[in-house]
Nanobody, 113 residues
Framework: QVQLVESGGGLVQAGGSLRLSCAASGSIFSDNVMGWYRQAPGKQLELVAAITSGGSTNYADSVKGRFTISRDNTKNTVYLQMNRLNPEDTAVYYC???????WGQGTQVTVSS
């Protein structure tokens, strides 16, 4: 059974930082495109950032220059470093593995003004 387990969410003041982690079990990780999505209350799920097995990245316009996605294939883990957070970043953040379409359980990020 493949599992994606997120951690690192929490409550932070505007302007602060958080780092999310997503640990993947099994052998799905190294060849997989990994992504972070988020869903705010009353809004659709949106792609925040993604990273290929080779390290190429793409970001939503709203987070460019503030968020950084990275991966450590030796640890089967993908990270999302989030800086200069603002209240509009408040959402549940989900880790996703493209091959197999696996999702994590989500981690709440709340940014207070």
């Amino acid at each position: 059974q493949v599992q994606l387990v997120e951690s690192g969410g929490g409550l932070v003041q505007a302007g602060g930082s958080l780092r999310l982690s997503c640990a993947a079990s099994g052998s799905i990780f190294s060849d997989n495109v990994m992504g972070w999505y988020r869903q705010a209350p009353g809004k659709q799920l949106e792609l925040v950032a993604a990273i290929t097995s080779g390290g190429s990245t793409n970001y939503a316009d709203s987070v460019k220059g503030r968020f950084t996605i990275s991966r450590d294939n030796t640890k089967n883990t993908v990270y999302l470093q989030m800086n200069r957070l603002n209240p509009e970043d408040t959402a549940v953040y989900y880790c996703h593995a493209d091959i197999g379409d696996y999702w994590g359980q989500g981690t709440q990020v709340t940014v207070s003004s």
